[in-house]
């Protein structure tokens, strides 16, 4: 009778437990509603992304159609303003609306994938530095102080300037110019994870390098890999559209955000939305981009930050 009654204590102790103490998940999906960076961030990416998805579906018109009997006609806020053009139309006829539109999609296109592939690359290389040690070690940080010593946007105006501005090239050479920053902080994070207990205890139980990287290392750098790919994406946006602003990016006809304020500089004492309207759209793309991965840092972050 007893053991009865002591089981059933530990029991309902045991339930309380659970009930009081929240699971992983349910931690992070808490930390995500009350994280008010986070919530405004991810809700202008998502607009972005929506916009950017269905573009061909929800531009009043064909951002490559011109007409120049209707050049320049002011945004609908403006005293000639009209709704069939909301944001007014460019120097050659077309509406400026679905401009911006399609403009979505080469800068989210650019940012992605640029993070994307960097993160890939200067991940893996970083981590390989960092579990092996040794001379695996030395050559993975020659590499990077090579890279270091590049100056980035000198080098992204030469390759442009080489290989042209076109979305392909931009994507690989953007991720050229970023893979050194998730070397640097996934090598120094492997080195301090590769030395715990459970590492030991994989490599006891006959876990392979490979399992032991991918399967342990991997899911403790994941953390910082995101924040700094929130930042690389920012970053590879402002810099396309840059290039393009140059004249060395995408090229006309094709819509971006950097083009569009490049065309509008003829008339930004006459026309100032021409200008203003994308660089807008670039700051808070840039700015929502930077706020969410913050927010996913604090969401995701063992230590419990709100």
């Known amino acids: 009778m007893p053991d009865t009654t002591l089981r059933q204590e530990i029991e309902e102790l ?5 009930t009081t103490v929240p699971s992983p998940p349910e931690l992070m999906k808490r930390r995500a509603k009350s994280h008010g960076g986070f919530i405004m961030g991810g809700s202008v990416v998502l607009f972005a992304l929506i916009v950017a998805i269905f573009a061909p579906l929800l531009a ?4 490559y159609d011109q007409d120049l009997t209707r050049r320049l006609i002011q945004p609908i806020w403006h005293a000639t303003g009209t709704w069939q053009h909301v944001f007014g139309t460019d120097a050659l006829g077309r509406d400026y609306l679905s ?6 999609q080469v800068s989210l296109m650019i940012g992605f994938f640029a993070a994307a592939i960097s993160a890939i690359v200067g991940s893996t290389i970083g981590m390989i ?3 092996f040690g040794g001379r695996t070690d030395n ?3 020659y590499l ?9 946007l000198l080098v992204a105006l030469s390759l442009v300037s080489v290989f042209g501005g076109s979305i392909l090239a931009l994507i690989l050479i953007l991720s050229f110019l970023f893979w050194d920053r998730y070397a640097v902080v996934t090598r120094s994070v492997t080195q301090q994870i590769r030395v715990n207990d459970y590492i030991t205890a994989a490599q006891a139980l006959g876990a392979t390098r490979t399992r ?3 399967g342990e290392i991997l899911p403790n750098v994941m953390n910082q890999i995101i924040v700094i790919a929130s930042l690389e994406m920012a970053v590879a946006i402002i810099i396309e559209a840059a290039l393009s602003f140059l004249g060395l990016g995408v090229q006309p006809p094709t819509p971006s955000w950097g083009l569009l304020v490049s065309e509008g500089r003829s008339f930004m004492f006459f026309k100032p939305y021409l200008i203003v309207l994308p660089g807008m759209a670039i700051f808070f793309l840039v700015i929502s981009i930077n706020m969410m991965g913050d927010g996913i840092r604090d ?3 063992p230590e419990g930050r709100n």
């Open 144 to 152: 990077i102080n090579v890279k270091l010593a590049l100056p980035g």
């Open 129 to 131: 530095g960092g579990y």
């Open 99 to 104: 401009r911006i539109m399609f403009g979505s």
């Open 212 to 214: 032991i990287i991918l």
């Open 60 to 63: 009043p018109f064909d951002p």
């Open 14 to 18: 045991a339930d309380e437990f659970e």
């Open 299 to 301: 969401i995701t972050a």
């Open 139 to 141: 050559v993975v940080m």
